[in-house]
């Protein structure tokens, strides 16, 4: 049974008496409503130790980088138009393969910008979620549904998983930040 989240909520994705829920996927999805222009949205990912910072570049995962060194963050595709019933883009994480030092994986979606949709910001963008999915099974564990109005930004942190007490926890966020991809990726420390 799916647990809806609100902003702020954690919930137990693994715990040491489970050893079942090694792997989960990070599925992300939005609605762009009409406008001018086409929008194109990218879910991105960043491993970060104990200091918020990323672990190396390469734990920077987005469209043009797919995938952890180690493998244990995948990016499973880069959906240019959203279209379709579903995760528009999807994020595999593997407990067990992640560096020792890893303490959280930040889940991001933010508005590709190629000049011609400069002015684009998640005004346009409706009924947005993240949720976690055990990958062994297919069943949806949690799910958080974005509210916020973000009208003026052009990228979200949507949630967060987190190592606590030797556990894994998912953290619904929700929070808008008007200065895109590469100002979170600067935020946490990845060399641009």
Known sequence: MTVNLSKGDDFTVTTRSEPGNASVIVGLGWTVHSGPGDVDLDAS???????????????????????????????????????????????????DQLPGQAESVVFVVSIHTDGHSAAVTFGRVRDAYVRVVHQATGLEMCRFELTEDAHDRTAMVFGQLRRHAGE????AIGQGHATGLAGIAKEYGVQL
């Open 45 to 95: 990912a960043l491993v970060l130790g104990t200091d918020g910072r990323v672990l190396s570049d390469r734990h920077f995962v987005f469209f043009n980088n797919r995938a952890t060194p180690e493998g244990s963050v995948r990016h499973t595709g880069d959906n240019k138009t959203g279209r379709g019933e579903g995760d528009d883009e999807q994020i595999a994480v593997d407990f």
């Open 168 to 171: 894994w926890k998912f953290r």
